[in-house]
């Protein structure tokens, strides 16, 4: 069976239901926890597929210079190497920034300020050549937590989907390589984990139980975008879908 790395840099935020779906659709896992001293690979030899995760640290450098947590740096040199490889690869919030920062992309902290809860995104013209961001609705259900974001793609990267306050919400880089701003991930369990005792709700004057509840709502819609969504993913990296539309629209490259 094809296996899929799955980094998780943070306790509270697992695989979840996208563990779920892709197991569903095919693909083994194996999660690899660094923020509780697990050894991330070298390289990806001999995984299809790449799944980073999301967490509650930053994509950029600490005060001091240091990384927003120890293993960052070589999270980022594998997904260098998963571009450099086509090695099929999906990061998630915190992982969607860490891919942008590993390619000269810029994450900081948000100006509008935190964004959570359920809401919705636009799917961008290019997202109708892309493998996987071609059968997602025009205005798919999301949802989020998040206080930073990518506010420069790095060169090259196509948008596949934006909002009025974060415009970059999902973005490709290469042919096979992924990131979402939003949490496809999640259960309602998860977000309530979150809610409690939550510094940003406080800062946003939101009531966590209606935060919640309003998240709890969009559950079965979001299932119904993501799920497919990640079940072609899978499919992917099991070598059983057709990419070659997706390549046909990248760029050429000057000598």
């Given at each position: 069976?094809?296996?899929?790395?799955?980094?998780e840099n943070d306790p509270t935020?697992?695989?979840?239901?996208?563990?779920?779906?892709?197991?569903?659709?095919?693909?083994?896992?194996?999660?690899?926890?660094?923020?509780?001293?697990?050894?991330?690979?070298?390289?990806?030899?001999?995984?299809?597929?790449?799944?980073?995760?999301?967490?509650?640290?930053?994509?950029?450098?600490?005060?001091?210079?240091?990384?927003?947590?120890?293993?960052?740096?070589?999270?980022?040199?594998?997904?260098?190497?998963?571009?450099?490889?086509?090695?099929?690869?999906?990061?998630?919030?915190?992982?969607?920034?860490?891919?942008?920062?590993?390619?000269?992309?810029?994450?900081?902290?948000?100006?509008?300020?935190?964004?959570?809860?359920?809401?919705?995104?636009?799917?961008?013209?290019?997202?109708?050549?892309?493998?996987?961001?071609?059968?997602v609705p025009l205005i798919p259900?999301?949802?989020?937590?998040?206080?930073?974001?990518?506010?420069?793609?790095?060169?090259?990267?196509?948008?596949?989907?934006?909002?009025?306050?974060?415009?970059?919400?999902?973005?490709?880089?290469?042919?096979?390589?992924?990131?979402?701003?939003?949490?496809?991930?999640?259960?309602?369990?998860?977000?309530?984990?979150?809610?409690?005792?939550?510094?940003?709700?406080?800062?946003?004057?939101?009531?966590?139980?209606?935060?919640?509840?309003?998240?709890?709502?969009?559950?079965?819609?979001?299932?119904?975008?993501?799920?497919?969504?990640?079940?072609?993913?899978?499919?992917?990296?099991?070598?059983?879908?057709?990419?070659?539309?997706?390549?046909?629209?990248?760029?050429?490259?000057?000598?």
């Amino acid at each position: 069976m094809a296996t899929a790395l799955v980094i998780e840099n943070d306790p509270t935020d697992d695989a979840r239901r996208l563990g779920e779906w892709l197991t569903e659709a095919g693909l083994e896992l194996w999660v690899v926890r660094p923020h509780a001293g697990d050894e991330l690979p070298a390289d990806l030899e001999g995984y299809a597929a790449l799944v980073v995760l999301g967490g509650d640290q930053q994509a950029y450098p600490l005060p001091d210079g240091s990384p927003g947590a120890p293993w960052f740096p070589a999270v980022e040199g594998l997904l260098r190497k998963a571009v450099r490889y086509r090695v099929p690869t999906l990061a998630v919030c915190l992982g969607a920034q860490l891919l942008a920062t590993a390619h000269a992309g810029l994450v900081e902290r948000s100006p509008s300020g935190p964004e959570i809860g359920p809401g919705v995104v636009g799917r961008r013209d290019a997202a109708e050549g892309d493998t996987l961001f071609r059968y997602v609705p025009l205005i798919p259900d999301v949802l989020q937590w998040h206080s930073d974001e990518i506010t420069e793609l790095p060169r090259g990267a196509t948008l596949l989907a934006a909002s009025t306050r974060y415009p970059h919400q999902a973005f490709r880089l290469g042919d096979r390589a992924w990131g979402l701003q939003f949490h496809i991930e999640c259960d309602t369990a998860m977000i309530a984990d979150w809610a409690t005792d939550s510094a940003q709700l406080a800062e946003l004057g939101y009531d966590p139980e209606l935060v919640v509840a309003a998240c709890d709502a969009v559950m079965v819609d979001v299932e119904e975008v993501w799920q497919p969504f990640a079940a072609r993913f899978a499919a992917l990296a099991l070598g059983e879908l057709d990419d070659s539309t997706t390549r046909r629209g990248l760029p050429l490259l000057g000598h």
